[in-house]
Each structure stands twice: as C-alpha cells, then as structure tokens.
C-alpha cells in the first residue's frame, strides 16, 4: 500500500515563527498536495505539485510556501506563523494523471496550534 | 467547472439505525465520484468510488453509494450503523485528464452514531 507520512501528529508553534511540515510518499507518485481542514469549511487546498521543482498554487496560498527539491518529498513553510493558520494540515499524493482513477492517499495530517 | 455539494453538514442516528449521507455534483462532463472517511484526529481514507459500470457501489465497513446521472447525485448508505462508523465524510469528484486528475471535495459531513 502506499504511504503517506506526515512527521508531524501535533506541533505547536509561537506566532512569527517559520514552520516546516514535512510530508513523505513512498510509491513514486508524481503528485502531492497540501490542504488544510477547518470545521465547516472542509478542505482547501493550499498548494499543489505534479513534478519536482514545480508547484502550483490552490485555493488558499497566501501565508504559505511550498519546497519539492525530491519526488517523494513535498514540504509545506509557514514563513511567519500566525493564529489564523491553527489548523489541521493534510498531505495527500497520487499518480499523474490518475486521480480519477485511484483518488488520492492521505497521510495522517498535523494539527498546528499557532501561540 | 466541477463542484460537488454534500446537503448535510451533521447527521446525528442512533446505534443500528439506517443512514444516506448525501452528495451532489455538477458537471458538464463525465465524472469519477469518491467517498472517503476520515476518523477523529486522522487522515482520509477511501471508502469506495464509482468509475463506470454498475451504479450501486459497495465499499469496506458496510457501506454502499448510489450513482444517479439524471439526479447528479451518489449518495452514501448504510442500513445499520455502529458506533465506530462516528467519523467526518467527504464526497470527492474528479474528471479523466482534468488539471492532472485533481479532485474536488464537498465540506463533509459529520455522522455521529449514538448508543
């Protein structure tokens, strides 16, 4: 089955601060996707990649960066925490152009408390 | 431009009661439809899908979607839940080759089975 690994289950963080979370696929697939879930608002996506070195932006990108320097490898950076970006972060991954096929496989998500 | 809308945002049920979980799309072309399930402070895990062929869907712990086109809908059943069934669940829909495969996702609905 593939994996995916988030590294991080629960992380708190001071406001300003950079934050990294780190998400980890083992079946090479070429995409991976960064979402964040609020109640009531369901999953938005930040950012995306199909290849490494490339990124594409989703819904909601401002206040985030992406960093995809390896194919199973797909970083999201906070560049100055903030309390509005509490939240629980998913990382999700799939094979290039097969979505519709397979769907995505989520890792276990990070819950980020911003203080 | 693909959306899907999941009519219910809570459904609360008592312990071996029957449930549908609803799910609309819209479309203008053909679709690929997902339900996932993710349990409390998990990722998301793929429940079943509908690619083509029968429209009555079975997937694991039980339950079952219906793909209905002229009603755009796949709406998701269980005829006896258990308490382990409380989890959030999202209706996904994605289209062959479209924006590398990407799916949408409705807000999810939160099912809380009750003793």
């Known amino acids: 089955d593939v994996k995916v690994t988030q590294s991080s289950r629960y992380l708190v963080k001071r406001t300003g601060e950079k934050v990294f979370l780190e998400c980890v696929q083992d079946?090479?697939?070429?995409?991976m996707f960064w979402y964040r879930q609020d109640p009531g608002l369901g999953l938005r996506l930040i950012y995306f990649?199909?290849?490494?070195?490339?990124?594409e932006k989703g819904d909601i990108p401002e206040g985030y960066s992406v960093s995809r320097e390896k194919k199973e490898r797909f970083s999201l950076i906070l560049e100055s925490a903030s309390t509005n970006q509490t939240s629980m972060y998913l990382c999700?991954?799939?094979?290039?152009?097969?979505?519709?096929?397979?769907?995505?496989?989520f890792g276990s998500g990070t819950r980020l408390t911003v203080v | 431009a693909q959306s899907v809308t999941q009519l219910d945002s809570q459904v609360p049920v008592f312990e071996e009661a029957p449930v549908e979980l609803r799910c609309n799309y819209s479309?203008?072309?053909?679709?690929?439809l997902f339900w996932y399930v993710q349990y409390p402070n998990q990722g998301l895990q793929l429940l079943l899908k509908?690619?083509?062929?029968?429209?009555l869907v079975k997937g694991i712990n039980g339950f079952e979607a219906e793909f209905n086109k002229s009603q755009t809908s796949f709406h998701l059943r269980k005829p006896s839940v258990h308490i382990s069934d409380t989890a959030e669940y999202f209706c996904?829909?994605?289209?062959?080759?479209?924006?590398?495969?990407?799916?949408?996702f409705g807000k999810g609905t939160k099912l809380s089975v009750k003793p």
């Open positions: 996904a829909v994605s289209i062959y080759g479209g924006s590398q495969g990407n799916l949408i």
């Open positions: 509908y690619l083509s062929g029968s429209t």
């Open positions: 479309s203008s072309v053909s679709v690929y």
């Open positions: 990649s199909y290849d490494v070195k490339m990124k």
């Open positions: 079946m090479d697939h070429e995409n």
């Open positions: 999700a991954s799939s094979l290039l152009g097969e979505a519709w096929l397979n769907g995505y496989t």
